[in-house]
């Protein structure tokens, strides 16, 4: 996590803007162990592998628990959920099946199917040319891992935070680490920690559907637009 990343926060449960950072481990600009905090309200999570787990309510313990050597005394108490009240439990399968699918090797695919998986989205994933991102700034919900953040800021020269909920988010992380103009956050579409009218797009390809509540989880979306 770079620092620039406070730049694009605000806390969804006071509606802060500053948020402070402790870190436990660096490496050259980027904080790749410590810990993230609203100033306001003291809600916030950990930095682990170099990505803020902002993820909220009971999620933080499922995170916390793939790093079992960090100080869980030093976590800050999660934020709180704000998706559809009966949505908790599908949310966390979510998280818990995507990750567990992942560290299994379940994004491992063969040639082939990486073949048809790009003849497939490809119509999605290029709706404008490259040119269109280059000097601004945007938002990819649910990253997942990382192509499409990789894309538009390699090779489009945009500024871009990427979100997921599942641990697919550390293999963004690998991808992107040399991209300087690249934030990823483990959050919760519903809870998200981002600032409105901060970015110049969004983008979300192949997400809202896994959603409990995908209508709700679209709203959340328009207020970031500037």
């Known amino acids: 996590m770079r620092e620039a990343i406070l730049g694009f926060l605000q806390c969804p449960d006071c509606g802060g803007a500053r948020f ?3 870190a436990f481990r660096r490496e050259g600009d980027r904080i790749l162990e410590g810990i993230l905090a609203c100033e306001g309200c003291g809600r916030g999570g950990p930095i682990l592998d170099g ?4 993820v909220p309510g009971p999620l933080q313990a499922a995170v916390l628990d793939r790093f079992p050597a960090f100080p ?6 999660p ?3 704000k998706g559809p009240p009966d949505g908790l439990e599908a949310i966390a399968r979510t998280l ?9 090797g379940g994004h491992a695919a063969g040639p082939e199917s990486l073949a048809i998986y790009e003849q497939a989205s490809d119509y999605m994933r290029h709706p404008v040319t490259l040119d269109f991102y280059r000097g601004r700034v945007g938002l990819d919900a649910g990253c997942g891992y990382g192509k499409d953040v990789s894309r538009v800021a390699r090779s489009g020269g945009a500024e871009v935070v990427g979100v997921d909920l599942s641990g697919r988010i550390d293999v963004a992380g690998k991808a992107t680490r ?3 103009k690249v934030h990823l956050i483990q959050a919760d579409l519903y809870t998200l920690p981002l600032r409105p009218g901060r970015f110049d797009f969004v983008m979300s390809l192949g997400m809202l559907h896994h ?3 995908p209508a709700l989880g679209f709203r959340r979306l328009p207020p970031l637009l500037q």
């Open 20 to 22: 402070r950072t402790e």
């Open 51 to 54: 990505v803020p787990r902002l």
């Open 72 to 77: 869980r005394e030093k976590v800050p108490p």
């Open 79 to 81: 934020f709180t959920p």
């Open 96 to 104: 818990r099946n995507y990750t567990e699918d992942d560290e299994a």
């Open 178 to 180: 040399d991209l300087p």
């Open 211 to 213: 959603l409990p509540d």
